[in-house]
Protein backbone atom coordinates (compact mmCIF):
# COMPACT_ATOMS: atom_id res chain seq x y z
CA UNK A 1 0.00 0.00 0.00
CA UNK A 2 0.90 3.70 -0.34
CA UNK A 3 0.38 6.56 1.79
CA UNK A 4 0.79 10.08 1.41
CA UNK A 5 1.65 12.06 3.97
CA UNK A 6 0.92 16.55 2.88
CA UNK A 7 2.16 18.78 5.68
CA UNK A 8 2.82 22.82 5.52
CA UNK A 9 6.22 22.15 7.13
CA UNK A 10 9.74 20.65 7.52
CA UNK A 11 9.09 19.00 10.46
CA UNK A 12 5.29 18.00 10.71
CA UNK A 13 6.05 15.02 9.58
CA UNK A 14 8.15 13.89 12.96
CA UNK A 15 6.21 16.37 15.23
CA UNK A 16 4.20 13.45 16.21
CA UNK A 17 3.59 10.80 13.23
CA UNK A 18 7.18 9.46 12.68
CA UNK A 19 6.58 6.18 14.72
CA UNK A 20 3.50 5.57 12.60
CA UNK A 21 5.64 6.44 9.28
CA UNK A 22 8.47 4.00 10.94
CA UNK A 23 6.02 1.55 11.13
CA UNK A 24 4.47 1.75 7.88
CA UNK A 25 7.89 1.58 5.94
CA UNK A 26 8.75 -1.84 8.61
CA UNK A 27 5.80 -3.67 7.47
CA UNK A 28 6.93 -3.03 3.81
CA UNK A 29 4.27 0.14 2.83
CA UNK A 30 5.40 2.70 0.23
CA UNK A 31 5.22 6.39 2.34
CA UNK A 32 5.78 9.81 0.48
CA UNK A 33 5.59 13.22 2.03
CA UNK A 34 4.53 16.24 0.25
CA UNK A 35 5.15 19.43 2.33
CA UNK A 36 4.13 23.26 0.78
CA UNK A 37 6.45 25.25 2.39
CA UNK A 38 10.50 25.34 3.46
CA UNK A 39 9.50 26.27 6.83
CA UNK A 40 11.61 29.83 6.07
CA UNK A 41 9.90 32.09 8.47
CA UNK A 42 10.21 30.02 11.51
CA UNK A 43 10.78 32.74 14.68
CA UNK A 44 14.14 30.09 15.17
CA UNK A 45 15.65 32.26 12.12
CA UNK A 46 16.40 35.41 14.09
CA UNK A 47 18.38 33.27 16.69
CA UNK A 48 20.67 32.48 13.98
CA UNK A 49 20.68 35.35 11.91
CA UNK A 50 19.03 33.95 9.05
CA UNK A 51 17.09 35.43 6.13
CA UNK A 52 13.44 33.67 5.42
CA UNK A 53 15.20 31.95 2.10
CA UNK A 54 18.17 30.80 4.11
CA UNK A 55 16.02 29.42 6.85
CA UNK A 56 14.06 27.23 4.19
CA UNK A 57 17.65 26.23 2.74
CA UNK A 58 18.59 24.98 6.52
CA UNK A 59 15.76 22.99 6.90
CA UNK A 60 15.45 21.70 3.28
CA UNK A 61 18.98 19.92 4.17
CA UNK A 62 17.92 18.61 7.23
CA UNK A 63 14.86 17.33 5.52
CA UNK A 64 16.84 15.38 2.94
CA UNK A 65 18.42 13.39 6.44
CA UNK A 66 15.00 13.11 7.79
CA UNK A 67 13.97 11.32 4.22
CA UNK A 68 17.21 8.76 4.79
CA UNK A 69 16.57 8.35 8.34
CA UNK A 70 13.05 7.31 7.78
CA UNK A 71 13.54 5.36 4.11
CA UNK A 72 10.60 7.36 3.03
CA UNK A 73 9.49 6.22 -0.79
CA UNK A 74 9.24 9.91 -2.55
CA UNK A 75 9.61 13.03 -0.43
CA UNK A 76 8.21 16.74 -2.37
CA UNK A 77 9.07 19.81 -0.55
CA UNK A 78 7.86 22.85 -2.05
CA UNK A 79 8.16 26.70 -1.89
CA UNK A 80 4.77 28.16 -0.76
CA UNK A 81 4.48 31.41 1.43
CA UNK A 82 5.60 29.92 4.88
CA UNK A 83 2.99 31.41 7.37
CA UNK A 84 1.27 32.94 4.68
CA UNK A 85 -1.10 30.38 3.13
CA UNK A 86 -4.46 31.67 4.52
CA UNK A 87 -3.18 34.45 1.91
CA UNK A 88 -3.24 32.51 -0.95
CA UNK A 89 -5.88 31.42 -3.30
CA UNK A 90 -6.91 28.08 -1.81
CA UNK A 91 -7.99 27.29 -5.79
CA UNK A 92 -3.58 27.18 -5.90
CA UNK A 93 -2.71 24.83 -3.32
CA UNK A 94 -5.59 22.41 -4.27
CA UNK A 95 -4.30 22.13 -8.20
CA UNK A 96 -0.83 21.60 -6.95
CA UNK A 97 -2.19 18.89 -4.37
CA UNK A 98 -4.29 17.62 -6.85
CA UNK A 99 -1.50 17.16 -9.56
CA UNK A 100 0.68 15.24 -6.67
CA UNK A 101 -2.09 12.74 -5.87
CA UNK A 102 -2.80 12.36 -9.08
CA UNK A 103 0.69 11.66 -10.23
CA UNK A 104 1.48 9.15 -6.99
CA UNK A 105 -1.72 7.55 -7.01
CA UNK A 106 -1.98 6.91 -3.13
CA UNK A 107 -4.25 4.59 -1.14
CA UNK A 108 -4.08 6.69 1.84
CA UNK A 109 -4.06 10.64 2.35
CA UNK A 110 -2.93 11.94 5.77
CA UNK A 111 -3.01 15.39 7.38
CA UNK A 112 -3.47 17.64 9.86
CA UNK A 113 -6.94 17.04 11.56
CA UNK A 114 -9.66 20.07 11.79
CA UNK A 115 -7.87 21.84 14.51
CA UNK A 116 -4.26 21.63 13.19
CA UNK A 117 -3.19 20.15 16.66
CA UNK A 118 -1.20 23.60 17.49
CA UNK A 119 -3.79 25.36 16.17
CA UNK A 120 -1.19 27.67 13.60
CA UNK A 121 -3.38 28.82 10.83
CA UNK A 122 -1.26 27.12 7.77
CA UNK A 123 -2.61 23.77 9.50
CA UNK A 124 -5.65 24.91 9.41
CA UNK A 125 -5.22 25.58 5.50
CA UNK A 126 -4.01 22.20 4.51
CA UNK A 127 -6.82 19.89 6.44
CA UNK A 128 -9.16 22.30 4.51
CA UNK A 129 -7.44 21.95 1.17
CA UNK A 130 -6.40 18.54 1.12
CA UNK A 131 -10.04 17.53 2.64
CA UNK A 132 -11.41 19.55 -0.31
CA UNK A 133 -9.24 17.82 -2.78
CA UNK A 134 -10.11 14.50 -1.50
CA UNK A 135 -13.68 15.11 -2.06
CA UNK A 136 -13.27 16.53 -5.74
CA UNK A 137 -11.18 13.43 -6.62
CA UNK A 138 -13.77 10.72 -5.25
CA UNK A 139 -16.13 12.26 -7.43
CA UNK A 140 -14.26 12.62 -10.70
CA UNK A 141 -11.14 10.10 -10.74
CA UNK A 142 -11.18 6.26 -10.75
CA UNK A 143 -7.84 5.45 -9.51
CA UNK A 144 -8.96 8.30 -6.39
CA UNK A 145 -7.66 7.84 -2.86
CA UNK A 146 -9.52 5.29 -0.86
CA UNK A 147 -9.08 6.95 2.46
CA UNK A 148 -8.61 10.38 3.94
CA UNK A 149 -7.09 10.22 7.67
CA UNK A 150 -6.59 13.05 9.87
CA UNK A 151 -3.19 13.20 11.95
CA UNK A 152 -4.39 13.70 15.62
CA UNK A 153 -3.49 13.13 19.63
CA UNK A 154 -5.81 11.56 22.07
CA UNK A 155 -6.83 12.91 25.11
CA UNK A 156 -4.12 12.02 27.88
CA UNK A 157 -4.66 14.00 31.28
CA UNK A 158 -1.09 15.02 31.14
CA UNK A 159 0.11 18.53 30.76
CA UNK A 160 1.54 19.75 27.21
CA UNK A 161 4.22 21.84 29.00
CA UNK A 162 4.84 25.12 26.95
CA UNK A 163 2.30 24.03 24.14
CA UNK A 164 -1.32 24.66 24.42
CA UNK A 165 -2.37 21.50 21.93
CA UNK A 166 -5.85 20.33 20.88
CA UNK A 167 -6.89 16.92 21.04
CA UNK A 168 -9.85 14.57 19.23
CA UNK A 169 -11.94 13.17 21.51
CA UNK A 170 -12.11 8.85 21.69
CA UNK A 171 -15.30 8.87 19.82
CA UNK A 172 -13.40 11.00 16.83
CA UNK A 173 -10.65 8.85 16.64
CA UNK A 174 -10.79 5.92 14.02
CA UNK A 175 -7.26 4.36 14.09
CA UNK A 176 -4.87 3.79 17.01
CA UNK A 177 -1.28 2.48 15.59
CA UNK A 178 0.96 0.73 17.91
CA UNK A 179 4.31 1.51 17.53
CA UNK A 180 7.44 -0.56 18.40
CA UNK A 181 10.31 1.15 20.32
CA UNK A 182 12.79 0.82 17.09
CA UNK A 183 9.95 2.93 15.31
CA UNK A 184 9.82 5.51 18.41
CA UNK A 185 14.24 5.09 18.08
CA UNK A 186 13.35 5.71 14.46
CA UNK A 187 11.60 8.94 15.04
CA UNK A 188 13.70 9.96 17.79
CA UNK A 189 16.97 9.79 14.91
CA UNK A 190 14.12 12.04 12.80
CA UNK A 191 13.89 14.82 14.97
CA UNK A 192 17.26 14.81 15.91
CA UNK A 193 17.92 15.84 11.78
CA UNK A 194 16.60 19.19 12.81
CA UNK A 195 19.62 20.55 14.39
CA UNK A 196 18.49 24.10 14.29
CA UNK A 197 15.28 23.18 16.45
CA UNK A 198 16.03 21.04 19.19
CA UNK A 199 15.40 23.27 21.76
CA UNK A 200 12.03 23.76 20.46
CA UNK A 201 11.33 19.70 20.15
CA UNK A 202 12.95 19.35 23.87
CA UNK A 203 10.34 22.33 25.15
CA UNK A 204 7.43 20.28 23.06
CA UNK A 205 8.58 17.04 24.71
CA UNK A 206 7.55 15.19 21.05
CA UNK A 207 7.79 11.75 21.93
CA UNK A 208 6.92 11.67 25.43
CA UNK A 209 3.03 13.31 24.16
CA UNK A 210 2.83 10.91 21.31
CA UNK A 211 3.80 7.51 23.21
CA UNK A 212 3.49 3.98 21.94
CA UNK A 213 0.26 4.71 20.07
CA UNK A 214 -0.56 7.40 16.97
CA UNK A 215 -3.62 8.22 16.40
CA UNK A 216 -5.60 9.64 13.18
CA UNK A 217 -9.50 9.97 12.68
CA UNK A 218 -10.87 8.74 9.04
CA UNK A 219 -12.97 11.57 7.03
CA UNK A 220 -16.31 9.79 6.81
CA UNK A 221 -15.96 6.72 8.36
CA UNK A 222 -16.20 5.26 12.18
CA UNK A 223 -14.65 2.69 13.85
CA UNK A 224 -14.76 1.37 17.00
CA UNK A 225 -13.25 -0.07 18.31
CA UNK A 226 -10.53 1.79 16.87
CA UNK A 227 -8.56 -0.20 13.92
CA UNK A 228 -4.99 -0.94 14.25
CA UNK A 229 -3.57 0.36 10.93
CA UNK A 230 -3.91 3.36 8.07
CA UNK A 231 -5.13 0.10 5.60
CA UNK A 232 -7.44 -1.90 7.54
CA UNK A 233 -10.62 -2.21 5.99
CA UNK A 234 -10.11 0.11 3.00
CA UNK A 235 -13.20 0.75 1.15
CA UNK A 236 -13.45 -1.34 -2.39
Known amino acids: MRVLYIFPHPDDESFGPAPAIASHIRQGHEVCLLTFTRGGATKV ?69 VHGISGFHDHLVSHAVVKRVFCKLKREWSRA ?52 YQEVIREAKVLERTGTTIYFEFFQEDFHPHLRSLFDELRP
Open 45 to 113: RHELGLSVKKMGDVRYREMLNVAKVLNLTEMHVLDLTDSGLKEMDPMEIEEITERYIRDLEPHVVVTYA
Open 145 to 196: PKRLAFFTLAETGMEDGKFRLHTSTDSEIDCAIPVLSSDIDKAGKALNCYRT
